[in-house]
């Protein structure tokens, strides 16, 4: 299996932590992140710390453009 996107629901300090981890591997572009997350706030912060990556607006969303979801 292929693993290309990854997807967060919650865009807390765990998945900003995770998504920065995974983009410091470098095997996958900003761009095949994407999260959820109902605090406008903490998505702003997760746009901010993981540049590139997408907000999506349902948790559905997140896990329709994902490979593997945390």
Do not use: C, W, Y
Not at 22 to 43: C, N
């Amino acid at each position: 299996m292929t693993v290309d996107r990854f997807g967060f629901v919650g865009a807390g300090q765990m998945a900003r932590a995770l998504a920065r981890g995974i983009l410091k591997i470098g095997r996958i572009a900003s761009s095949s992140i994407v999260a959820h997350d109902p605090v406008a706030a903490a998505g702003q912060l997760f746009l901010e710390e993981v540049a590139g990556a997408r907000l999506v607006d349902t948790n559905r969303a997140v896990v329709q453009q994902s490979d593997i979801v945390f």
